[in-house]
Each structure stands twice: as C-alpha cells, then as structure tokens.
C-alpha cells in the first residue's frame, strides 16, 4: 500500500507570492490533516478535511487555506507569503476509527526569501 | 491554554532504557499519542493510549495516567538507529486529524 504523498518536496518563494501544496493520502483514507512544522514552534495543527469537508481549524490566520476532493487528495493554498512562513507542512492522513494513528507524508519544505 | 511538557532532549548508551515524559494541560482529552521524527523524515505513529495504564509494543511501551495529566515513552534495549525526535501529541477533540504535540525530545544514543 502506498504511504501519503506530497508534492512539492522542496520549494522556494518569494515574499508576497501565494503556494499551493499537494496531497494524496492512503488509499481508503478520508481524513486528512495539515500541520506546520517549525525550529521554534515544532507541529502545529492546520485544518483537517473529512469527505471534502474541513472538520476543524487551527489557530492560523485566513492566508491559510485548504480543501479536499471527492477522491480524498487535498491541497493547501498559502496566499500572501511572509518570511515566517517558512516551514515544513506536512500532510497526514488516518483511517476512520483508527484512534490516534496519523500516517505522515514526507513533507512539503517550503523556503520563503 | 493547551500545553505538553516533555525534555527537550535525553542522552544514553546503547542497551541501556530511557523514559521520556510528557505532562499535558489541554481543554478536552481523548487520548495520548507517541511518535518518533528522524531528521529530515516524517513522523511516525509509535502508540496511542486512550485509557490508563501501560501498552507494550516491542522494545517500546508507553503509559498514561489521566488523573495525573501524565504520560510516558519507555524505550528499552537502545540501538543506535533510535536516535530521533519522539513527540507527544494528545487527541483533544473527537476528530483523530486533530493533535496538539509536544515540542519533541531529541534523544541521542551513544554507543
């Protein structure tokens, strides 16, 4: 079975553009979560999307966007980009019922210059 | 506000046992979750306890207590290979997609 996808794996913007970030989960599972990871602030919880349905928010600001589609892949949209922003985003996804077990994708490493 | 507390980094020899704590303060509880980075990977999913008590899987165990806020990652029979970053991270809401981790604790086994 083939593990969470993410793409791109490395990128490089500007301040001021806008990214969009890919992600395909195991196949079956219709959950899948965003998180940032960051030196000073380690995982922090993004947005969760459920059968095209965002299930619950963090604590970031409306740059911050995503979606998920009818075959359970999501995308994460970062609009207006700051130097902070600059981070790891990774992609989880888990099966319905599976308590406390989040498969990671390897990570979208995201440079802001 | 919602906070996990684990050391921020632990050091020990090859064979040897080391336990990572982790305290939580969190609005809403629904289990505690382990899960081991080496650098420039991913997380992976090492343990879940949703009730109190000690889960074994292998060379690593992990125990909550709820009463307590308290929980913790015991490694035994250390090999090089874990040396990593071990988060953890508590469910505080019904939805599994949603976790509050720890900052991590980088343990470095020497040989």
């Known amino acids: 079975k083939a593990g969470v996808t993410q793409t791109p794996r490395y990128l490089i913007k500007t301040r001021g553009q806008q990214v969009t970030l890919s992600c395909s989960p195991i196949?079956?599972?219709?959950?899948v979560s965003w998180y940032q990871q960051t030196p000073g602030q380690g995982l922090q919880f993004l947005f969760e999307?459920?059968?095209?349905?965002?299930?619950n928010k963090g604590n970031f600001p409306g740059r911050f966007s995503g979606r998920q589609f009818s075959n359970s892949r999501s995308e994460m949209n970062v609009s207006t980009l700051e130097l902070g922003d600059s981070a790891l985003y990774l992609c989880?996804?888990?099966?319905?019922?599976?308590?406390?077990?989040?498969?990671f994708g390897e990570g979208s490493r995201l440079t802001v210059l | 506000g919602q906070s996990l507390e684990q050391p921020s980094e632990v050091t020990a020899v090859e064979g040897a046992i080391v336990q990572i704590n982790c305290t939580y303060q969190?609005?809403?509880?629904?289990?505690l979750s382990w899960y081991q980075q080496h650098d420039g990977g991913a997380p992976t999913f090492l343990s879940y306890?949703?009730?109190?008590g000690l889960e074994e899987t292998g060379r690593f165990s992990s125990f909550l207590s709820r009463s307590d806020s308290y929980g913790y990652l015991l490694l035994q029979e250390l090999q090089m290979k874990d040396s990593a970053s071990y988060f953890c991270?508590?469910?505080?809401?019904?939805?599994?997609?949603?976790?509050?981790f720890g900052k991590g604790t980088k343990l470095s086994v020497k040989p």
């Open positions: 196949s079956g599972h219709r959950s």
């Open positions: 991270a508590v469910r505080v809401r019904g939805s599994q997609g949603n976790l509050i």
């Open positions: 999307y459920f059968s095209e349905t965002q299930r």
């Open positions: 969190t609005s809403g509880f629904y289990g």
């Open positions: 306890n949703a009730l109190d």
């Open positions: 989880a996804s888990s099966a319905e019922g599976a308590a406390g077990e989040l498969f």
